[in-house]
């Protein structure tokens, strides 16, 4: 009997592992055909045993519904169980998750920890609140927070948009909400969306329309539509967004056709026209892109063909999201990205163009932009009135602006450099000072290693870029108030090991000074006249390099005791320490430690020869910062 109840048991307890194997494995493929909300709610079941595979599918379910809570909080627990293993994307996408929540402070570790590099959110938006050239008033544009209305364009006297509303529509797996289809509406004079109703039945299908876009003449429209089939493409099966081309003949939109650069390999979307209706911009992940989606254009030929994508290049684009362009009256791009330095989500970005060639872009500032995803910007044409989507309610919802002008800025501005390699040095710290030396600003530059700052006119001033094992660079100008009001100034910094000889960094990663050794007296620690000599060429060193941080490391051989050896290297290191100090250098700028015997050049042991005892009885210099 006992047998019997044993074998019982064993097989309830095999029947509940298959039954979680297969929850867990229809979890999986719901996951995989992005049915995200379905997929969740299995998750949710297995969530407490910290599976990694769980943890990191769970974070991305809620990360893609814009629940940042919930997804924080799977990417924590993924994070902290499985730090080592976890790719770099979960890091991505679990500082955003933190800076749509307002937790700035963790959510700029953990994208220190990505980039490589210190991110600072606070001084950054302290920053942009002195340069960006508008601040904005907002409004929301419905009374309701859940219509999940996004990708507004200007339709003559209406205005045009995508929209979850139609309640008819089938259920969309990804997030369990309508499918998208356009609307048409008015807008009042305090910015409140009206007479809203469905746009033409020759352009909304069973499948999502959005993010349409209309030549001046109003009979000519671009737009977005999902494939109405999925394609494998890979190991990821989904459907791709193209970008469609309509006509407006006798008040109905007809010759309805799919743009030849589109395809069912990849996703091609938001359609914006140049001011001459003579380029097509827009979003793709097509091949090509550096990375996820990109910003190309097209040129619109004269015969109404197209010319092949063209890919706007690493000044405007990314490894990230890079999407939704704009293009105002004066060619100013305006776009949403997540890849470069930010809030938090997607931000709008403005990039003015100058002989034809886009500058490097400006984040909007907090007046417009949040911890979530705030897209979609459109302007007036002649008026500082405008439109964009955000998020930042939990849903997508329509915002009209007001932007008003910041007074007349000078502003300088270029990007840093390594003097030999002439590589890009994120991380930097770029400062500037008035001829005082009074702090008029600093920032820490970003991916793109560039920074901009306000300046007066007629004025000198300093500017200095600091970074670790890098001689600081100093420059001098002045804004001339001669019409010019952006003057560019490119800092090229050159390492320690660039620029000094006797300064190596070795296979152990470390950056040495390498002088002559220091020998002491047997059992003393005393400065002797050689090694005063070695120490006065260190001393020249850090004057001329007054940021410059080191550790003065002693070590001995392995004759006498471990503690007593210890001791003594301690004594020896202190003593040039000791030196130094009375010869100008700050105690500040520099660490003594003593090794002993425990980090040998050669590892002898009790076995050493003089000559092998002499290369381990050494003094070092290794930078620190």
């Given at each position: 009997?006992?047998?019997?109840?044993?074998?019982?048991?064993?097989?309830?307890?095999?029947?509940?592992?298959?039954?979680?194997?297969?929850?867990?494995?229809?979890?999986?493929?719901?996951?995989?055909?992005?049915?995200?909300?379905?997929?969740?709610?299995?998750?949710?079941?297995?969530?407490?045993?910290?599976?990694?595979?769980?943890?990191?599918?769970?974070?991305?379910?809620?990360?893609?519904?814009?629940?940042?809570?919930?997804?924080?909080?799977?990417?924590?627990?993924?994070?902290?169980?499985?730090?080592?293993?976890?790719?770099?994307?979960?890091?991505?996408?679990?500082?955003?998750?933190?800076?749509?929540?307002?937790?700035?402070?963790?959510?700029?570790?953990?994208?220190?920890?990505?980039?490589?590099?210190?991110?600072?959110?606070?001084?950054?938006?302290?920053?942009?609140?002195?340069?960006?050239?508008?601040?904005?008033?907002?409004?929301?544009?419905?009374?309701?927070?859940?219509?999940?209305?996004?990708?507004?364009?200007?339709?003559?006297?209406?205005?045009?948009?995508?929209?979850?509303?139609?309640?008819?529509?089938?259920?969309?797996?990804?997030?369990?909400?309508?499918?998208?289809?356009?609307?048409?509406?008015?807008?009042?004079?305090?910015?409140?969306?009206?007479?809203?109703?469905?746009?033409?039945?020759?352009?909304?299908?069973?499948?999502?329309?959005?993010?349409a876009v209309f030549t001046k003449d109003g009979k000519t429209m671009y737009f977005s539509r999902t494939n109405d089939k999925q394609v494998q493409v890979g190991d990821e099966k989904f459907a791709s967004v193209k970008l469609f081309k309509a006509e407006l003949v006798e008040?109905?939109?007809?010759?309805?056709?799919?743009?030849?650069?589109?395809?069912?390999?990849?996703?091609?979307?938001?359609?914006?026209?140049?001011?001459?209706?003579?380029?097509?911009?827009?979003?793709?992940?097509?091949?090509?892109?550096?990375?996820?989606?990109?910003?190309?254009?097209?040129?619109?030929?004269?015969?109404?063909?197209?010319?092949?994508?063209?890919?706007?290049?690493?000044?405007?684009?990314?490894?990230?999201?890079e999407q939704f362009p704009f293009i105002d009256e004066e060619g100013t791009l305006y776009f949403a990205s997540d890849g470069l330095q930010g809030l938090g989500g997607l931000d709008i970005f403005m990039a003015k163009v100058y002989d034809n060639v886009f500058a490097k872009?400006?984040?909007?500032?907090?007046?417009?932009?949040?911890?979530?995803?705030?897209?979609?910007?459109?302007?007036?044409?002649?008026?500082?009135?405008?439109?964009?989507?955000?998020?930042?309610?939990?849903?997508?919802?329509?915002?009209?602006?007001?932007?008003?002008?910041?007074?007349?800025?000078?502003?300088?501005?270029?990007?840093?450099?390594?003097?030999?390699?002439?590589?890009?040095?994120?991380?930097?710290?770029?400062?500037?000072?008035?001829?005082?030396?009074?702090?008029?600003?600093?920032?820490?530059?970003?991916?793109?290693?560039?920074?901009?700052?306000?300046?007066?006119?007629?004025?000198?001033?300093?500017?200095?870029?600091?970074?670790?094992?890098?001689?600081?660079?100093?420059?001098?100008?002045?804004?001339?108030?001669?019409?010019?009001?952006?003057?560019?100034?490119?800092?090229?910094?050159?390492?320690?090991?660039?620029?000094?000889?006797?300064?190596?960094?070795?296979?152990?990663?470390?950056?040495?000074?390498?002088?002559?050794?220091?020998?002491?007296?047997?059992?003393?620690?005393?400065?002797?006249?050689?090694?005063?000599?070695?120490?006065?060429?260190?001393?020249?060193?850090?004057?001329?390099?007054?940021?410059?941080?080191?550790?003065?490391?002693?070590?001995?051989?392995?004759?006498?005791?471990?503690?007593?050896?210890?001791?003594?290297?301690?004594?020896?290191?202190?003593?040039?320490?000791?030196?130094?100090?009375?010869?100008?250098?700050?105690?500040?700028?520099?660490?003594?430690?003593?090794?002993?015997?425990?980090?040998?050049?050669?590892?002898?042991?009790?076995?050493?020869?003089?000559?092998?005892?002499?290369?381990?009885?050494?003094?070092?210099?290794?930078?620190?910062?």
């Amino acid at each position: 009997m006992k047998n019997i109840k044993i074998l019982f048991f064993f097989l309830v307890c095999s029947q509940l592992l298959l039954a979680q194997k297969a929850t867990l494995k229809k979890a999986n493929e719901l996951f995989a055909n992005k049915a995200y909300i379905e997929a969740a709610k299995i998750y949710e079941k297995f969530k407490d045993k910290q599976e990694q595979n769980v943890l990191q599918n769970l974070g991305d379910c809620y990360y893609y519904n814009a629940e940042m809570k919930f997804a924080a909080d799977n990417y924590g627990n993924l994070v902290f169980k499985y730090k080592d293993s976890v790719k770099p994307d979960y890091l991505f996408r679990y500082a955003h998750a933190l800076k749509g929540l307002e937790d700035y402070e963790r959510g700029d570790k953990i994208m220190s920890d990505y980039l490589k590099y210190p991110v600072d959110t606070k001084k950054f938006k302290e920053h942009l609140n002195n340069i960006v050239p508008y601040n904005y008033k907002v409004n929301q544009m419905t009374r309701s927070t859940s219509t999940g209305d996004f990708g507004i364009s200007i339709f003559g006297e209406k205005v045009v948009f995508a929209s979850l509303r139609n309640a008819e529509s089938p259920l969309y797996k990804w997030n369990e909400k309508p499918y998208l289809d356009l609307y048409e509406a008015t807008v009042s004079k305090d910015g409140i969306l009206e007479n809203i109703k469905p746009f033409s039945e020759q352009i909304n299908t069973k499948t999502h329309e959005s993010n349409a876009v209309f030549t001046k003449d109003g009979k000519t429209m671009y737009f977005s539509r999902t494939n109405d089939k999925q394609v494998q493409v890979g190991d990821e099966k989904f459907a791709s967004v193209k970008l469609f081309k309509a006509e407006l003949v006798e008040n109905e939109w007809t010759n309805v056709l799919e743009l030849p650069f589109s395809s069912d390999q990849f996703s091609t979307q938001h359609p914006a026209l140049s001011v001459d209706e003579k380029k097509l911009y827009f979003s793709s992940d097509r091949d090509g892109s550096l990375g996820s989606f990109d910003i190309f254009y097209v040129e619109i030929l004269e015969d109404g063909t197209f010319s092949e994508p063209q890919n706007l290049g690493d000044n405007i684009n990314t490894i990230h999201r890079e999407q939704f362009p704009f293009i105002d009256e004066e060619g100013t791009l305006y776009f949403a990205s997540d890849g470069l330095q930010g809030l938090g989500g997607l931000d709008i970005f403005m990039a003015k163009v100058y002989d034809n060639v886009f500058a490097k872009p400006i984040n909007l500032g907090e007046t417009i932009n949040t911890g979530m995803d705030d897209f979609a910007y459109v302007l007036k044409p002649g008026e500082n009135l405008g439109y964009f989507a955000s998020n930042r309610k939990g849903t997508d919802n329509l915002y009209s602006f007001i932007r008003e002008e910041n007074e007349r800025r000078f502003i300088v501005e270029g990007d840093v450099r390594d003097k030999v390699t002439k590589e890009l040095l994120p991380g930097t710290t770029v400062t500037l000072f008035d001829m005082d030396d009074k702090l008029i600003g600093q920032l820490v530059v970003g991916e793109d290693a560039d920074y901009v700052f306000n300046t007066e006119p007629n004025t000198k001033y300093k500017i200095v870029a600091d970074r670790d094992f890098y001689a600081s660079k100093e420059q001098i100008f002045e804004t001339t108030d001669d019409g010019r009001v952006r003057f560019t100034i490119e800092l090229e910094i050159e390492s320690y090991d660039d620029a000094e000889e006797i300064i190596v960094t070795k296979d152990d990663g470390l950056v040495y000074i390498q002088l002559e050794n220091i020998y002491f007296d047997l059992n003393k620690w005393d400065i002797k006249e050689e090694a005063a000599r070695t120490l006065d060429v260190l001393v020249a060193i850090m004057k001329k390099y007054p940021r410059m941080v080191i550790e003065l490391g002693a070590h001995t051989d392995s004759r006498a005791s471990d503690a007593y050896n210890l001791r003594l290297s301690q004594d020896r290191a202190g003593a040039a320490l000791e030196y130094l100090v009375s010869n100008g250098i700050d105690r500040n700028r520099m660490r003594s430690k003593g090794y002993g015997e425990r980090v040998p050049l050669i590892n002898c042991s009790d076995n050493c020869s003089e000559v092998e005892h002499s290369i381990n009885r050494r003094c070092e210099f290794i930078i620190l910062k």
